[in-house]
């Protein structure tokens, strides 16, 4: 028996199919139904973004069809299918180009794609390629005062900067970030702007800095109840900043704060994963091997609730350690075991990563799509040229006809004048 969800969409398939007509008016509606499927129903979703991408390409709706593309993107990025979605943002931008200067709407658009697409190269570690887009992005956003987006854009930039381990240049980018999201009513960004500040003080060993960075960040964000998780960061980072310096106690009571914060709050399993896991390795440095068996127990609770990535599943190899100091050495293999697996999981994904990448081909087709772009501008640049010296010539021809013929109307004149001259009267 086919399921009411299959004919429902047959029957949304039909009727888009049939728009052959199909106004701008209509084609934003389905676009309208598809963003509100995109967790419910997203291979729906994905055949509007199909259909009224055709029927926008009729009309020559250009900002539609983008749109339409970029439904179908979206759809990708949900199913993890980011060599697809890479693609679809290229796609987006070709059908923008032409008219990406001719509204806001469509400079928006192209400026949102710009920036997504620099974020998926980033993340398949062709970062000179990502730092174009994001530049390219970033002189739009410029342009269009749009200070949220120069922001977030900056953001990006320094999170290219950190994986490139270029902690000075990205300590850079977040300050302009910062300065950006000031303008603009978005307690949010700022607040990951400044997080991510006193992070990187870390990393450049600027650990006063960093800690006085976090304290004005308590300050702001307890003032608003729904900001309370940045409190409980910014004592989990104090704690880490204090771990820098082997300050053991410190780092202990200030991940503590941190703990209580997230006791009194719902969610935040990453953020409990991560101040467990710090609570463990303080206790161990500090001897106290009990403590740091029941924290990291606690965390290796939470592992299944966070990415795949060396500063989580680490939680293995310290819980190793802490059973291998209390002579425990099955636990201490079986989680030293554990720890391998991870790890070998994680280099898969990596490798998949690349081949992502390379299947893709990301890094060419991204720059290709920049030598199409600058060919472009080119070309109107030498059309203008032709423009201008064929007017100039132009110009010159008919200048030159002119004096031609006021030249032989002199010379008639003075032909005349001397016939005049010589007829008898």
Known sequence: MISLRLLLTFVLALSISVLLAASEKSIQEQHSIAY????????????????????????????????????????????????????????????????????????????????????????????????????????????????????????????????????????????????????????????????????????????????????????????RPDLIKYVGLSWQNIGYAYSKELKTEEAITSYLKANDIWNNSTGYDYERFMVFLNLSESYQISGDMKMAEAMGLRAIDLYPNVDLKPDHYTVFDVMSSIYFAQEQYLKSHENAIRYREENEKFLAFQDEMIKVKDQYKMEVLAAGFFVEKNSAKNENIYLTLITIISSIFTILLIAGFVRQHYKKQAIKKSILDIYSRDLPA
């Open 36 to 223: 509100k499927l995109f967790e419910s129903d997203p291979q729906t979703a994905l055949l509007i973004g199909k259909e009224t991408e055709k029927l926008a390409h009729q009309q020559g709706f250009e900002v539609l069809e983008a749109n339409s593309i970029f439904i179908q993107a979206w759809v990708y990025k949900i199913q993890n299918e980011q060599g697809k979605r890479f693609l679809l943002y290229l796609k987006a931008l070709e059908v923008l180009e032409p008219v990406k200067d001719s509204d806001g709407e469509a400079t928006s658009l192209y400026l949102t794609l710009m920036r997504n697409t620099g974020v998926i190269l980033k993340e398949h570690f062709a970062y000179p390629q990502a730092s174009k887009y994001f530049d390219e992005a970033l002189e739009i956003a410029e342009r269009m005062q749009d200070y949220k987006m120069m922001a977030r854009i900056f953001q990006n930039k320094a999170s290219l900067e950190i994986e490139q381990h270029q902690h000075p240049q990205a300590l850079t980018f977040i300050n302009e970030g910062i300065k950006q999201a000031r303008k603009v009513d978005d307690q949010v960004l700022l607040m990951d702007l400044l997080n991510e500040r006193g992070l990187v003080q870390i990393e450049l060993g600027h650990l006063d800095a960093a800690r006085e960075n976090f304290q004005d960040l308590i300050q702001l964000a307890a003032k």
